[in-house]
């Protein structure tokens, strides 16, 4: 379990450094290993006048989005469908979009959705080794989208001892993670 998280520790590290109290926030992949850990950051840091979004294709992850009780709403969508990542975001943001997005998701082509569902002048963080950067950089300029997009690179001073606090922290994060590792 200790591995595992160790794997993906630079996400929550990253996602603590860049969410605001009152911002409103999508970790798309929240239902994954690195993105459950990014949602329960988010949560902690937007606070109770923030906005958790969680983003999933699969039903499964979107249900134990809404178990664990961390997003204001988990989102069934496929972020390499731009559009409809947009128009999803801004439905439950009443066309606001995010003030942050955090892709964590291993999959090709979610650059754009990522990009589009962030607010002018928001941030894009993207964890994922899958993220092609030319096609962010270009996609972005491409739309007018003027966001500022943070590269990931899994490291993060005392990422290690701020990732494993988490488990320390939440019994429920603990038990997911026992559950899938152990």
Request: hydrophobic fraction near 45%.
């Amino acid at each position: 379990m200790a591995l595992a998280i160790l794997d993906v520790a630079g996400a929550p590290a990253q996602t603590a450094r860049l969410v605001r109290p009152g911002d409103t926030v999508v970790v798309v992949g929240g239902g994954g290993k690195s993105g459950t850990l990014c949602v329960y950051e988010a949560r902690k840091r937007a606070g109770p006048a923030g906005c958790v979004i969680g983003v999933s294709p699969f039903a499964t992850d979107c249900q134990r989005m809404r178990e664990l009780g961390w997003v204001d709403h988990a989102v069934q969508v496929d972020a390499t469908d731009a559009v409809a990542m947009m128009e999803a975001i801004a439905k439950v943001t009443a066309g606001h979009l995010a003030d942050v997005v955090i892709n964590c998701v291993n999959i090709r082509n979610t650059e754009m959705g990522s990009i589009l569902a962030t607010r002018d002048r928001g941030k894009v963080y993207f964890f994922s080794m899958a993220t092609s950067f030319t096609a962010a950089a270009l996609g972005a300029e491409g739309v007018g989208k003027d966001v500022d997009m943070i590269v990931g690179n899994g490291y993060a001073r005392d990422h290690a001892v701020y990732a494993l606090a988490l488990l320390r922290e939440s019994p429920k994060l603990r038990q997911l993670f026992e559950a899938w590792y152990v």
